[in-house]
């Protein structure tokens, strides 16, 4: 394994494997750069060091070849940031790549077209019918499998190195995130996204500063189970908020009315709480909510007990006394780790206890703690309120990071490290 500061770049083609799996609007316009910026130092570094860039990404879900997925309208945004031109390649695989690949020159920088454009990227068989037999099934599997060795191959003779700075499909075995690696045994490193990702997750899970509180939002339990059990084993103080917070509620006796449950986790949520009770980890739940008659902007609302709520109301943010206790044990804190929102924070109506927590994790951030956000909502929600520069480490994956922090090896950090 390299390290990209040591590795010599002059007179290479380095292949880098990216996340630009960014937003776009109905006009293709790119609603959130956050990956794209990321990313920028990495691509940097090479053309600096006297290299040339192939990059590769995915975006979106495609189901083959298509203009809403092309890679081509992100092109503008990566040469406004990245300061050089971009070449295109309109297929990752054709004659073009290999053509433009070859003849590029130190300084120069190409971008593939969108790698989910082929199955072979995942290595999940397409077009199946739903009553395909278990028999079909597995030999559509085969059939990918094998052309996904010519895929990677292919896409590993563009270049000299191969870089991993998509630590946002670390979790997936995928062509270009793991398989790939296996062409460079001696000239495959991490970039500066993947590396800074490692490290921070790594900080906050192996040697803490203490007190080290780790806020969890979203809507289940059944989602987060590992995580909790995992950070049962490491933090000081837990906080659940958004609609997981109404299994523990309700499992505890309390009244939720209309509010989101899994009532299949109840007994789940009684045994966490037993567990962290036993381990010495402080629980802080919701003690009041703002409740809505419905779902939507428009709603009415009002505050009530997190355990009193009436029938036909739901719970759809954090009242004013969580919120003060939240904000109390996030200040006292040293090592912080949020993941998900703790209201439906898309709705202005309902973003304030997710905007309080943001606060509060910069205020404590700005005070000398060491705060990791991560999960694409509690990443919106630092972006958006202007708190992304006020906390220590924001990260770009969503479920990778959620892998890594149950301890899962990650085969896109696995194909690096060796």
Same mark, same amino acid.
């Given at each position: 394994?390299?390290?990209?500061?040591?590795?010599?770049?002059?007179?290479?083609?380095?292949?880098?494997?990216?996340?630009?799996?960014?937003?776009?609007?109905?006009?293709? &316009?790119?609603?959130?750069?956050?990956?794209?910026?990321?990313?920028?130092?990495?691509?940097?570094?090479?053309?600096?060091?006297?290299?040339?860039?192939?990059?590769?990404? %995915?975006?979106?879900?495609?189901?083959?070849?298509?203009?809403?997925?092309?890679?081509?309208?992100?092109?503008?945004?990566?040469?406004?940031?990245?300061?050089?031109?971009?070449?295109?390649?309109?297929?990752?695989?054709?004659? /073009?790549?290999?053509?433009?690949?070859?003849?590029?020159?130190?300084?120069?920088?190409?971008?593939?077209?969108?790698?989910?454009?082929?199955?072979?990227? &995942?290595?999940?068989?397409?077009?199946?019918?739903?009553?395909?037999?278990?028999?079909?099934?597995?030999?559509?599997?085969?059939?990918?499998?094998?052309?996904?060795?010519?895929?990677?191959?292919?896409?590993?003779?563009?270049?000299?190195?191969?870089?991993? /700075?998509?630590?946002?499909?670390? %979790?997936?075995? %995928?062509?270009?995130?793991?398989?790939?690696?296996?062409?460079?045994?001696?000239?495959?490193?991490?970039?500066?996204?993947?590396?800074? &990702?490692?490290?921070?997750?790594?900080?906050? @899970?192996?040697?803490?500063?203490?007190?080290?509180?780790?806020?969890?939002?979203?809507?289940?339990?059944?989602?987060?189970?590992?995580?909790?059990?995992?950070?049962?084993?490491?933090?000081?103080?837990?906080?659940?908020?958004?609609?997981?917070?109404?299994?523990?509620?309700?499992?505890?006796?309390?009244?939720?009315?209309?509010?989101?449950?899994?009532?299949?986790?109840?007994?789940?949520?009684?045994?966490?709480?037993?567990?962290?009770?036993?381990?010495?980890?402080?629980?802080?739940?919701?003690?009041?909510?703002?409740?809505? /008659?419905?779902?939507? &902007?428009?709603?009415?609302?009002?505050?009530?007990?997190?355990?009193?709520?009436?029938?036909?109301?739901?719970?759809?943010?954090?009242?004013?006394?969580?919120?003060?206790?939240?904000?109390?044990?996030?200040?006292?804190?040293?090592?912080?780790?949020?993941?998900?929102?703790?209201?439906?924070?898309?709705?202005?109506?309902?973003?304030?206890?997710?905007?309080?927590?943001?606060?509060?994790?910069?205020?404590?951030?700005?005070?000398?703690?060491?705060?990791?956000?991560?999960?694409? /909502?509690?990443?919106?929600?630092?972006?958006? @309120?202007?708190?992304?520069?006020?906390?220590?480490?924001?990260?770009?994956?969503?479920?990778?990071?959620?892998?890594?922090?149950?301890?899962?090896?990650?085969?896109?950090?696995?194909?690096?490290?060796?």
């Amino acid at each position: 394994m390299q390290s990209i500061d040591k590795y010599s770049f002059n007179g290479k083609r380095a292949i880098v494997r990216v996340d630009f799996n960014v937003p776009l609007n109905e006009k293709f &316009e790119i609603t959130d750069n956050t990956r794209i910026r990321a990313a920028i130092p990495t691509l940097k570094k090479v053309l600096a060091g006297g290299g040339s860039l192939i990059i590769m990404s %995915h975006l979106g879900r495609p189901k083959g070849p298509t203009d809403k997925y092309s890679l081509k309208h992100i092109i503008g945004e990566i040469e406004k940031l990245l300061g050089v031109k971009v070449k295109f390649a309109p297929d990752c695989m054709g004659s /073009d790549a290999t053509e433009m690949s070859k003849n590029l020159k130190p300084g120069e920088a190409l971008l593939l077209e969108n790698l989910r454009f082929y199955e072979e990227e &995942e290595g999940k068989p397409r077009g199946l019918a739903e009553d395909a037999s278990d028999e079909d099934k597995k030999t559509a599997k085969v059939a990918v499998k094998a052309k996904q060795k010519d895929f990677v191959k292919k896409l590993a003779s563009y270049a000299d190195c191969y870089i991993n /700075d998509a630590f946002g499909t670390a %979790h997936r075995a %995928h062509a270009s995130t793991a398989l790939i690696a296996e062409y460079f045994p001696n000239d495959k490193m991490f970039g500066y996204v993947m590396e800074g &990702e490692i490290k921070a997750v790594d900080k906050v @899970l192996e040697k803490p500063a203490r007190p080290f509180t780790a806020i969890l939002g979203g809507s289940k339990v059944s989602s987060k189970i590992t995580i909790i059990e995992q950070l049962m084993k490491k933090v000081n103080n837990l906080i659940i908020g958004g609609g997981m917070s109404f299994t523990f509620t309700k499992a505890t006796g309390g009244k939720i009315g209309d509010s989101l449950v899994e009532d299949d986790q109840l007994a789940l949520a009684l045994r966490l709480l037993d567990q962290a009770k036993k381990a010495g980890v402080n629980i802080y739940l919701p003690k009041d909510v703002v409740v809505g /008659d419905k779902f939507g &902007e428009d709603a009415n609302t009002q505050v009530c007990a997190v355990s009193n709520v009436p029938d036909g109301w739901m719970g759809l943010d954090a009242g004013t006394a969580t919120i003060a206790t939240w904000k109390e044990v996030i200040m006292s804190s040293k090592t912080i780790l949020w993941n998900g929102p703790v209201g439906v924070f898309e709705m202005e109506k309902f973003a304030k206890g997710t905007a309080a927590v943001a606060q509060a994790v910069a205020e404590s951030t700005q005070a000398g703690a060491y705060s990791l956000v991560g999960g694409g /909502d509690s990443v919106a929600a630092v972006n958006q @309120l202007g708190y992304a520069d006020k906390v220590s480490y924001v990260s770009t994956g969503g479920g990778a990071l959620l892998e890594y922090m149950e301890g899962i090896e990650l085969p896109g950090v696995k194909a690096i490290r060796g």
